[in-house]
């Protein structure tokens, strides 16, 4: 008891005594208004911002205590939450002022922002939250497969707003694409393609080749998974290392497509996809190799079909509706033959175009020499229209050839010159005659949605100047072809890009 006595009043000095210890600390301390965030005016909500476009944001800052707002007092970031490469996210600085000031190379796509603002004197920081949109107007124009340096690279005119065309330098990289291309530039495409079977759920084909490979990318955002590559198209054997060499749409959501030597062919409203070559003939039980052309009627599914050229057996061979296989040509008989669908040669360059109603042309040569030969049918009926050697200036040493489709020219080039063919005459004229640049592409271009796009009769030609940097060397000028064998008159002329291989239209 006595014990309990004594704790119970050592409980009550120590409480005496700390009461004591309080009183004697009050007004000890000097209490300081702190300088705090009122208000940020000036900074909506929401802010979009155009993919490669000037980003600018300047916020008005009030502090209570800092009425005149006396920028050096803080400092400032402006970050956002975006991907981290891993799977993740992680915090992006933007930059590090009062005012934003940018040109925005963040990815398409909608993230999380914050504008903070801290106190020097305090090191307090604020912060307020806002939504950053993104978005990508390069959605149309002329995307194009260049070699930079041996290597595959894409470039693009992209159509601006204002209906010209901007450069767009490594396409793939600039919009945040995970694709990478390895391997030299072989080829670029696009087509309708109807729902692609597979997780990625795309009905428009961007495709890339090299040859290392082929693939396609989202034809909106240029994102890319491995699932995209060409192989997830096609069922059975696929040769070791395939790449494809050309691609042509062939009427509604349907196409050909050559790779090692093979040709395939895709139809997804009958749910056929790349899967056994084509380049097989029943009646011999033999199967051939092809020239990487395409040519025939591709307007109607119904009635189309196309023209290959057998390498194995030199001669023209034929594909219609669904047919699993190839068609040998038989011959015309009597006045109606000018020439033998088995010809004997090697295959310079095939297309079918629009001319006299619809014809295929094809350049050919002597197998060991240098004389080229023109043959031209119905790839309908068969009816041969055509043939003869072409006498054209320097033909010898073409390098590449276009066919005009609505007039029947045929343009070749050796180094920088570029020449015109009158078949009736047979007489050439040098249309393009350039000392310093060379020729890396020339073609007519086939616009799919013929009712919005016009040009298919124009001229295109790729240029590339050696003594200027590979990436930028490149050039792109466009012509008109008059008849009766006029000079060509330049619509537009483009450059600044990589030396263009091969090119597509990014139809909208």
């Given at each position: 008891?006595?014990?309990f ?5 050592l ?61 050096s ?14 799977g ?43 939504t950053?949109?993104?978005?990508n ?24 707003t204002?209906g ?53 990318v ?25 790449y ?104 310079v ?24 030969f ?59 005659n ?9 073609k ?8 919005k796009?016009?040009?298919?009769n ?47 239209y990014?139809?909208?």
């Amino acid at each position: 008891m006595k014990n309990f006595i004594y704790i119970k009043l050592l409980f009550v000095f120590i409480i005496a005594i700390s009461i004591g210890a309080c009183k004697k600390d009050l007004g000890n301390y000097t209490y300081k208004e702190l300088n705090k965030l009122d208000t940020i005016a000036d900074l909506p909500k929401e802010i979009i911002a155009v993919y490669g476009k000037q980003l600018k944001i300047e916020p008005k800052v009030k502090f209570t205590l800092d009425p005149n707002f006396d920028e050096s007092k803080y400092t400032y970031e402006w970050y956002y939450m975006g991907p981290n490469g891993l799977g993740g996210t992680k915090l992006h600085t933007i930059a590090k002022t009062k005012n934003l000031d940018v040109t925005t190379s963040i990815v398409a796509g909608s993230y999380s922002a914050y504008y903070a603002v801290t106190d020097k004197a305090s090191g307090v920081k604020y912060r307020t939250s806002f939504t950053l949109k993104v978005v990508n107007e390069i959605n149309e124009g002329w995307i194009m497969m260049c070699d930079v340096n041996g290597k595959a690279q894409v470039d693009m005119l992209s159509l601006n707003t204002s209906g010209n065309f901007d450069v767009v330098h490594d396409l793939l990289k600039t919009v945040g694409s995970e694709l990478q291309l390895e391997g030299k530039p072989v080829m670029t495409y696009t087509h309708n393609t109807g729902l692609l079977i597979g997780p990625d759920a795309i009905s428009y084909g961007l495709y890339f080749g090299t040859d290392k490979g082929t693939t396609k990318v989202d034809p909106n955002t240029f994102k890319w998974t491995p699932t995209m590559t060409l192989n997830y198209e096609m069922f059975g054997a696929i040769p070791p290392g395939f790449y494809a060499t050309a691609m042509q749409q062939r009427g509604s959501n349907s196409a050909y497509m050559i790779g090692a030597g093979n040709v395939y062919y895709y139809n997804r409203p009958q749910n056929t996809y790349f899967s056994a070559p084509l380049n097989y003939i029943n009646a011999e039980q033999k199967a051939f190799e092809v020239e990487p052309y395409i040519a025939g009627y591709i307007f109607a599914s119904s009635t189309s079909h196309a023209i290959f050229y057998d390498k194995t057996n030199k001669r023209f061979v034929k594909h219609s509706g669904e047919a699993s296989t190839c068609v040998t040509l038989p011959d015309p008989t009597g006045d109606a033959k000018k020439f033998s669908f088995t010809t004997g040669m090697d295959l310079v360059f095939m297309k079918w175009i629009s001319f006299n109603g619809g014809e295929v042309f094809a350049v050919l040569k002597e197998p060991g020499g240098s004389r080229k030969f023109l043959a031209r049918f119905n790839s309908a009926n068969l009816v041969q229209s055509y043939y003869d050697e072409i006498t054209g200036t320097e033909i010898a040493n073409a390098e590449k050839f276009a066919f005009s489709p609505d007039l029947g020219y045929i343009f070749y080039n050796v180094g920088g010159k570029v020449y015109e063919y009158d078949m009736v005459y047979k007489t050439s004229k040098l249309m393009i005659n350039s000392e310093t640049k060379k020729i890396s592409y020339l073609k007519f271009y086939d616009f799919k949605s013929t009712g919005k796009y016009t040009g298919s009769n124009k001229l295109m030609v790729g240029t590339y100047d050696t003594a200027k940097p590979e990436g930028t060397n490149g050039g792109l000028d466009i012509y008109t072809v008059p008849p009766v064998n006029g000079d060509l008159v330049l619509d537009k002329s483009y450059s600044g890009f990589g030396k263009i291989i091969d090119l597509t239209y990014r139809e909208r």
